[in-house]
């Protein structure tokens, strides 16, 4: 079976190609989610991504997993109809990018996957039934995400330059803002993303920042915590207790008075931030929950779920998927 396997963000996307299950090509293309990028463009960047990794060989089934397109139906069937009509031999399979990593990391089986990225969402599955909580976007929710780590840190950072002492501004209890303490943090992120001035940061949040903005604060503040900065690490370890409670939640959906499920986790931020990754961990081991390496990539999830049929596992949590 000749594979094709896609993961799409809001940060980037990545694709591999799969002969009987081997990984033979992988590529990493832009963030292709339909809400933050448009839709023309996210189909052009799939399908240009799709065409560059499988190059000339064939393909048999097509899995990919977008962000965005489970709240836009338009998004579903443009993306759909686009990569069928490029590769119609094809069985083409599209689903959320959530729906993938889900698949990807426990092989199909059960398990609970929590993504803190760009976005934050935490979905599980077991017997037959999956359970998505958060993944509201940013303007609802997404506590836990690079966007409202950064948004965050922002408003420590404009609140100490206006002098005000509030531990409400900086969404830290009983920790107040103070100029001293935030400089650190107020001189990495001017520098980082090339600002005049920390008031910069208002037109940055009024057109939303851009992902590689995001990445570049969050990058800020992992390696400022990981060097001691008090206000980093807490800030990291709000975002690492909001995360921690998406997995909470769906255990209890799930299956409150049994064994917990297995945690695995997706997404630069969970990965890339040690501070906030330990303190996500800790959380979860204080509830007897243990975090587990996911067993595949979330584009070799997809690509398992377009080469799957409706007796097997993959093909079951398929869907249950379908069914939220």
């Given at each position: ?10 940060t ?24 933050s ?18 190059g ?5 089934a ?12 338009s ?12 590769f ?104 980082a993303l ?23 604060a ?14 980093c ?69 997809a ?22």
């Open positions: 079976m000749r594979a094709l396997g896609i993961d799409g963000g809001g980037r996307t990545r694709a591999v190609y799969l002969e009987d299950g081997v990984a033979s090509r992988t590529l990493v293309g832009e963030a292709t989610n339909p809400l990028v448009g839709l023309d463009v996210a189909v052009g960047r799939v399908l240009a991504l799709a065409q560059d990794t499988v000339s060989s064939d393909v048999d097509i899995g990919i997993g977008i962000a965005g397109v489970g709240a836009s139906e998004a579903h069937e443009a993306i759909l109809g686009a990569v069928r009509e490029a119609p031999r094809a069985r083409v399979v599209l689903t959320t990018d959530v729906v993938a990593a889900l698949a990807g990391a426990f092989d199909g089986g059960a398990g609970i996957l929590v993504v803190g990225g760009t976005g934050s969402v935490a979905i599980g599955y077991s017997g037959g039934r999956c359970v998505r909580v958060g993944g509201w976007g940013r303007r609802l929710g997404d506590s836990g995400s690079g966007f409202d780590l950064f948004r965050r840190a922002a408003r420590c950072v404009l609140a100490a330059e206006d002098g005000i002492e509030d531990a409400n501004v900086s969404g830290l209890p009983g920790q107040h803002v103070v100029m001293g303490e935030v400089k650190p943090l107020r001189d990495g992120i001017v520098a090339a600002l005049e001035h920390a008031r910069d940061l208002v037109a940055v949040f009024a057109r939303d920042p851009r992902p590689d903005e995001l990445l570049l969050v990058d800020v503040l992992a390696r400022l915590a990981e060097d001691g900065d008090a206000l690490r807490s800030l990291l370890h709000v975002q690492a207790d909001a995360l921690a409670a998406l997995a909470l939640a769906v255990q209890t959906k799930l299956r409150s008075e049994l064994a917990p499920l297995p945690v695995a986790t997706a997404g630069g931020l969970l990965l890339g931030a040690s501070t906030l990754r330990e303190h996500f961990d800790a959380r979860l081991a204080a509830h007897t929950v243990p975090v587990v390496a996911p067993k595949h990539r979330p584009e070799v999830g690509a398992l779920l377009a080469c799957s049929d409706d007796n097997d596992t993959y093909g079951s949590l398929l869907a249950a998927a379908r069914a939220l």
